[in-house]
C-alpha cells in the first residue's frame, strides 16, 4: 500500500516510496542523536520523535540509515522536502517576516526583551559532529540578508 506521502516515482526530485524502518533501526537513529532533534536540540521521547531524511528523497537523497536524523515534529514540518542549506535560509527569512509583520516582536526588540545576534544558524548535528563550516567569527556580509 502507498501511503499518502509516498510515490514510486524514482526520477529526481520525486518523492520515492520510503522503506519501513524497524524498531531496531529507529532505535539507532534516536541513540545516535543522544535522544534530541537534530535540528534544535530539544529532548524527544521515544513516541515523539520524527525520522527525517538530511537529504530529502525529493532531491534524490538515499533512504539508507545514515541519511536519516531524528527531529522534532515542528523542525520536522518547517524543514519539509527541503535541504539543509534551504531549510538554514528558510530561518534566516522568518525574522525578516517577524519584523514586518509582528507588533509584539518590534516592540520586543524596541524595549530590550529580545536582542538580534545575528549568529548563523548552526544545527544540533552539527555542532555534535563537528562539521560546522560555519564559524562564529565570519564577516556579517556572509550572512544571509533577513
Known amino acids: 500500500m502507498v501511503g499518502r506521502y509516498d510515490r514510486t516515482d524514482k526520477r529526481p526530485g520525486k ?3 520510503r522503506r519501513q524502518l524497524s524498531h531496531e533501526e529507529r532505535k539507532q537513529i ?3 542523536m543522544d535522544r534530541r532533534c537534530a535540528y534544535c536540540g530539544q529532548r524527544l521521547e ?3 520523535m520524527h525520522v527525517d531524511h538530511v537529504k530529502p528523497l525529493a532531491k534524490g537523497g538515499p533512504d539508507i540509515i545514515p541519511n ?3 527531529s522534532c515534529e515542528y523542525c520536522n514540518r518547517y524543514k519539509g ?3 539543509v542549506e534551504s531549510f538554514r535560509r528558510a530561518i534566516y527569512r522568518s525574522l525578516g517576516a517577524l519584523e514586518r ?3 509584539a516582536y518590534r516592540n520586543s526588540i524596541k524595549y530590550g526583551l529580545i536582542r538580534r545576534t545575528h549568529a548563523p544558524v548552526i544545527f544540533y548535528f552539527e555542532r555534535k559532529e563537528r562539521r560546522c563550516k560555519y564559524k562564529w ?3 556579517k556580509s556572509h550572512w544571509p540578508k533577513y
Open 81 to 83: 522536502s527541503r535541504d
Open 101 to 103: 509583520d509582528s507588533l
Open 46 to 48: 521515544y513516541e515523539d
Open 15 to 17: 518523492l520515492t516510496r
Open 68 to 70: 536519516m536524523v531524528c
Open 137 to 139: 567569527k565570519r564577516k
Open 30 to 32: 534516536y541513540e545516535r
